[in-house]
């Protein structure tokens, strides 16, 4: 069903969504989430490779896709891992150590991956990276990949070497005028497309009420959470414009933490009056300007849930405020999940299915893929999670992939074309006088 066109080409390496460094080595109830997609097939027991589906599926794709697939593909499409080399046959000793397969092409085919993340050390030059996505894409022979990375612009800005120097969200949000993000989001949508990226972790919506903040700080637009609903809600429209997904982060907000949960668990002590005053704005705004992705914090809100799991592993959070309260109906998001704030408690199989049961479709980054993978597939057969929980996630990811053009046919960077893009003039122009602005 899915044609699969672009020449074999080259490799990804990953970056952590959170802005932090490259990967690492390697009795909850199921969890319905509260919006499951109106035409969702039916639950099939557990293994089942072709769950039955309604007349419907027929004439709608992604439904048609799903239920093509076996239930090891659907497991697959959750998962985007940090894979290494510089093509997508590179031989790579961290592959075949990570993994259990030398090449990005062969990790890809036996995880029946549902996307990757971009790092800098897969930066060479545009040409190569162009490559580097079409052979990416080239190695997925069922369904198109996500190809992320994190260019929020500023302090991460991962396609730096090759794309213009925007400002910053700190830079933006000092001009106080949305059309600005719109703007830059949208020129930075263009080249990131470009190159054959189709998904961005970004705009950060979190509120830097903290001045000790050690990992949001000038990520943020600002400190005053209406400024930055209209600055995130602005950038997911940039994005739009463009057709590259957009990712609001870090729900259910960052902004007030003097730990890094790339080292550490932070512990955010909002009551619920204060979360809807400081830290619900931005996402709010996000949701209603039709944002792609929402992703997941690493934080403990014991207000929100006093469980003591972080946001990625929180039903009442990821469920119950991102799903049913802001009526978030796209794809969530784990933060990276080679980050100690949330593997301080679970082992790094069972992070993986809490992310599942907490209402996660993607999960970004795990530190032992072939473990998360597995105690997926394993709680999925088991019914811990139920097939049709599984379903739901798919369907999300393959709605996502829909949206932005990817589902029937991958996309084909042209080096060419992608030389006419990064850097213009025009672009150079828009990020001068945003800074001017500012």
């Known amino acids: 069903m899915f044609r699969r066109i672009g020449p074999a080409g080259l490799l990804v390496l990953a970056l952590t969504a959170c802005g932090g460094g490259g990967g690492a080595p390697a009795s909850a109830a ?8 109106a035409a969702t097939p039916a639950a099939t027991p557990a293994g089942s490779t072709t769950p039955q589906s309604p007349p419907q599926a027929e004439s709608d794709p992604v439904l048609r896709a799903l239920r093509r697939m076996t239930l090891e593909e659907k497991v697959g499409q959750l998962f985007m891992p940090v894979l ?23 990790v890809i085919a036996r995880y029946h991956l549902g996307g990757v ?16 996505t079409n052979g990416l894409q080239e190695a997925s ?22 794309m213009t120097d925007f400002p910053g969200a700190a830079e933006i949000g000092a001009t106080k005028d949305p059309a600005n993000s719109r703007a830059v989001a949208r020129a930075t949508g263009e080249e990131l497309r470009a190159l054959g990226v189709n998904l961005d972790f970004a705009p950060v919506a979190d509120v830097n009420v903290n001045p000790r903040n050690p990992v949001i700080g000038r990520r943020a637009y600002g400190d005053d959470p209406a400024a930055v ?30 730990v890094d949960s790339h080292t550490g668990l932070p512990v955010i002590k909002h009551t619920m009056a204060q979360w809807e005053r400081i830290d619900a704005p ?154 001017a602005a500012g």
């Open 229 to 258: 609903a209209k600055m995130v809600a602005a950038a997911v429209k940039g994005f739009g414009d463009a057709k590259v997904a957009a990712t609001a982060k870090h729900f259910p907000g960052h902004g007030d933490t003097s």
């Open 117 to 132: 993340i971009l790092f800098p050390a897969n930066v060479k030059s545009t040409a190569q990276v162009v490559q580097l």
């Open 30 to 37: 199921p969890a319905g989430d509260g919006a499951t997609p």
């Open 84 to 106: 290494y080399g510089t093509a997508a046959d590179t031989v790579s000793g961290e592959n075949q150590a990570r993994y259990g397969a030398q090449t990005p092409a062969k």
């Open 141 to 162: 022979k069922k369904v198109p990949l996500l190809v992320g990375t994190d260019q929020e612009n500023g302090l991460v800005s991962r396609m730096s070497a090759l």
């Open 282 to 435: 931005p996402f709010r705004a996000a949701v209603g300007a039709g944002v792609d992705a929402v992703m997941s914090a690493h934080i403990v809100f014991p207000k929100l849930d006093p469980s003591g799991d972080p946001a990625t592993l929180s039903k009442p959070i990821l469920t119950g405020l991102l799903r049913q309260k802001l009526g978030f109906k796209g794809v969530i998001s784990t933060d990276a999940l080679n980050m100690e704030g949330v593997r301080k408690k679970y082992g790094d199989g069972e992070v993986a299915v809490r992310a599942v049961l907490a209402g996660a479709d993607l999960l970004l980054m795990p530190y032992d893929l072939g473990k998360a993978y597995q105690a997926v597939l394993a709680a999925v057969k088991s019914g811990r999670v139920s097939e049709d929980r599984l379903d739901q996630s798919v369907v999300r990811l393959l709605r996502l992939k829909q949206k932005r053009g990817l589902l029937s046919a991958a996309p084909v960077a042209s080096a060419q074309q992608a030389a006419g893009v990064l850097r213009s003039p025009e672009h150079r122009r828009l990020a001068a006088k945003v800074r």
